[in-house]
């Protein structure tokens, strides 16, 4: 486990770079760490994205899969691939401050 | 420098309805982690990209060691279906059954659907030449999404530097 430092807050992450506690997650955390994941700025429809995957998370304790989202946040595999490129899967559970998602579509 | 993006390349040679599901499986989770994904269909791998059979690939009990009663709900432990029972009309057909409604519960994509998901996600499909000539196949006879028919050395050619995976 290790600790991040943005603008000044400190917030626990694993070895992995997923946050330990979710509770911690702010929108301005959500900002720095897509920053850190190679998106510049997060739009409208990113935070659609994140907005579902904050709430799958609140209620089920996981991150969604992929499949999950597309079928559930209004947003296409495609749309995905292009808002999140190089890796979805992960990066919006990390942006998310969710931990990796388990199952495996 | 930026990193180099890894690339993963799978060859599927087989048409059964299981032997479907691995390069879906793999390939799906590796465009979500980030990974270049390349698939050659080789042989009866291309009932998989064929309109008229990917959407009837099957699963036979016949000859399948693997394939336990209990899989059918009855609780024999290690007792097989016997391969005189599998050669019955309709064992075929109800063994394929029985796995896509397992796999509709587990909230798997058909072959078909989950194709198009790996396309859309950026995975580059190619068909085998050698195998479409053989099979009298055409660019017209495969879903969309495949790129297009390709030899051997062309998929050398493609996949430098990939892990290649063969199913």
Known sequence: MSTLVLNGISIKINEEGFLVDPSEWTREIAEEIAKEEGIAELTAAHWKVIEYCRQYGLESGKAPTLRTITNNAGVSTKEIFNLFPKGPAKKVAKISGLDKPEGCV | ?167
Do not use: H
Not at chain 2, 2 to 31: H, N, Q
Not at chain 2, 93 to 114: H, Q
């Open chain 2, 1 to 167: 420098m930026e990193e180099e993006t890894r690339k993963v390349a799978f060859i599927c040679s087989k048409g059964d309805l299981d032997m479907a599901y691995p390069a879906l499986v793999m390939g799906w989770a590796a465009l979500g982690n980030g990974i270049d994904v390349t698939i050659f269909f080789t042989f009866w791998g291309l009932d998989l990209i064929n309109k008229q059979r990917v959407d009837r690939l099957e699963i036979a009990p016949v000859a399948n060691t693997s394939m336990k009663m209990s899989m059918m709900g009855v609780k024999t432990g290690n007792l097989g279906i016997p391969n005189i029972m599998g050669v019955l009309p309709g064992m075929t057909a109800f063994a394929t059954k029985l796995m896509k409604d397992k796999m509709e519960a587990l909230e798997v994509p058909p072959v078909r659907e989950y194709l198009q998901m790996l396309v859309d996600a950026g995975a580059k499909l190619y068909a085998c030449k050698m195998s479409v000539d053989m099979m009298e196949l055409g660019m017209d006879d495969f879903i969309d999404g495949v790129i297009d028919i390709v030899t051997a050395g062309d998929f050398m050619d493609m996949t430098e530097g990939a892990q290649i995976i063969f199913i």
